[in-house]
């Protein structure tokens, strides 16, 4: 069965703090992982990511993949309020047709 | 249309009735996902529709939950009998069936079903 590990469970920082969100999985022929922010309902795309070592980056958002040791991280750098949110980790495998995910990181980003 | 939409956005039902709840995905769009997601927890597979192939429905949770999809269009989800247990939001999302952009679902804004 296919599982999907996020940590820490809950984060709360500091606006300008920098964070780094952890995603571990086992699945079988994995395919590609992609990271959600989730605000309220529903989950919008971040990054999808297929290949090791190739950094996606998006603003002060940036993610890695390593699939030798099987995990990503998120990266959020001069964080802000505004990135408070549930963060979600999918990986998609071959052996299923649908995506995995993971139970969630929640960040709070005070003022 | 321009995203996935859900209805009803809201449904309290009381133990013991039906609901259903529908999914209008993007237009273009094969593949249809549902998930459930209780309180506190991550995204539950539930359904999967992909073109005129047979559904996977192996993360219905019992056979109070079924799924419809008319073609490539609108699916409804439909809960016989329901339990407190289901009170949860239930996410639809759908994806293209190209190469690229298979892997990537765009959700919708969910139906939160509260069963008193």
């Known amino acids: 069965e296919d599982k999907v590990v996020q940590s820490p469970l809950s984060l709360v920082v500091h606006e300008g703090d920098t964070v780094t969100l952890n995603c571990s999985y086992e699945?079988?022929?994995?395919?590609?992982l992609l990271w959600y922010k989730q605000e309220k309902k529903a989950p919008t795309f971040l990054f999808m990511l297929?290949?090791?070592?190739i950094e996606k980056k998006s603003g002060r958002l940036s993610s890695i993949l390593d699939k030798k040791e099987l995990f990503s991280i998120l990266n959020i750098t001069a964080t802000q309020t505004g990135d408070s949110a549930v963060y979600l980790c999918a990986v998609h495998s071959g052996s299923a047709r649908q995506l995995t995910f993971g139970s969630g990181t929640q960040l709070t980003v005070l003022p | 249309g321009a995203g996935v939409s859900q209805s009803p956005s809201n449904k309290v039902t009381e133990k013991g009735k039906d609901v259903e709840l529908r999914c209008d995905p993007i237009s273009g769009h094969t593949a249809l996902y549902w998930y459930r997601q209780r309180l506190g927890q991550g995204l539950e597979f539930l359904i999967y529709f992909q073109g005129n192939s047979a559904p996977d429905k192996s993360g219905l949770p019992s056979d109070r939950f079924s799924a419809e999809r008319t073609g490539e269009s609108v699916s409804t989800l439909t809960i016989q009998r329901t339990q407190q247990e289901d009170s949860a939001v239930y996410l639809c999302?759908?994806?293209?069936?190209?190469?690229?952009?298979?892997?990537?679902?765009?959700f919708g804004a969910g139906s939160r079903l509260t069963v008193l």
């Open positions: 297929t290949s090791s070592g």
């Open positions: 699945v079988t022929n994995f395919r590609s």
């Open positions: 999302a759908s994806s293209a069936s190209t190469a690229a952009g298979a892997n990537v679902l765009t």
